[in-house]
T-cell receptor, first 115, second 115 residues
Framework: GDSVTQMEGPVTLSEEAFLTINCTYT??????LFWYVQYPGEGLQLLLK?????DKGSNKGFEATYRKETTSFHLEKGSVQVSDSAVYFCALSDMRGGSNYKLTFGKGTLLTVNP | GAGVSQSPSNKVTEKGKDVELRCDPISGHTALYWYRQRLGQGLEFLIYFQGNSAPDKSGLPSDRFSAERTGGSVSTLTIQRTQQEDSAVYLCASSLGVLGSNEQFFGPGTRLTVL
């Protein structure tokens, strides 16, 4: 079945540091790929997405590129802020199941950014 | 409404009791999903509703779990004879489904603790 593996946390960085959170996936079809973020005390929010190979999703300074050859969707940000402290989830949606675009998630990575 | 709402936000119950969790999706969203997040794990898909179609129950872990969606809007997830391994955060999400974007909007979740 489909699966998502993302780097274990927690990750602790200083403000303005470079961030990479690795994500790889397994899927038999051609999934769409997502990064979701959960800020403290809030619900899951879509951060960015990519629907086909070589697409780059971007939002709020975060970027991730859909790499089919390495089955990866690594999240990057050039300069993190304290306000980026959150749990980040990599996910995929495989549309082979008809209209059920259920999401398959990684376990999440807790990011803490210190001033 | 402004977003997906869930109630209660927290539920503590004794092993063997039944519990009901409620989800109010975003008005006009025809697709509704339930997920479960156990401690240290990613979100697991439980069940999917799309309009008046038969739900996709493929993620329900046992026959103690059931869900319904009345009038194509509010959904209730019922867990009968709760077990300690049912302790988790239960998340509901809705989307426009086949009528539009597949982006899923998540509620804040219900934290269930089974003693």
């Amino acid at each position: 079945g489909d699966s998502v593996t993302q780097m274990e946390g927690p990750v602790t960085l200083s403000e303005e540091a470079f961030l990479t959170i690795n994500c790889t996936y397994t899927a038999t079809g051609y999934p769409s790929l997502f990064w979701y973020v959960q800020y403290p005390g809030e619900g899951l929010q879509l951060l960015l997405k990519a629907t086909k190979a070589d697409d780059k999703g971007s939002n709020k300074g975060f970027e991730a590129t859909y790499r089919k050859e390495t089955t990866s969707f690594h999240l990057e940000k050039g300069s993190v802020q304290v306000s980026d402290s959150a749990v980040y989830f990599c996910a995929l949606s495989d549309m082979r199941g008809g209209s059920n675009y259920k999401l398959t998630f990684g376990k999440g990575t807790l990011l803490t950014v210190n001033p | 409404g402004a977003g997906v709402s869930q109630s209660p936000s927290n539920k503590v119950t004794e092993k063997g009791k039944d519990v009901e969790l409620r989800c109010d999706p975003i008005s006009g969203h025809t697709a509704l999903y339930w997920y479960r997040q156990r401690l240290g794990q990613g979100l697991e898909f439980l069940i999917y509703f799309q309009g008046n179609s038969a739900p996709d129950k493929s993620g329900l872990p046992s026959d103690r779990f059931s869900a319904e969606r009345t009038g194509g809007s509010v959904s209730t997830l019922t867990i009968q004879r709760t077990q300690q391994e049912d302790s988790a955060v239960y998340l509901c999400a809705s989307s426009l489904g086949v009528l539009g974007s597949n982006e899923q909007f998540f509620g804040p979740g219900t934290r269930l603790t089974v003693l």
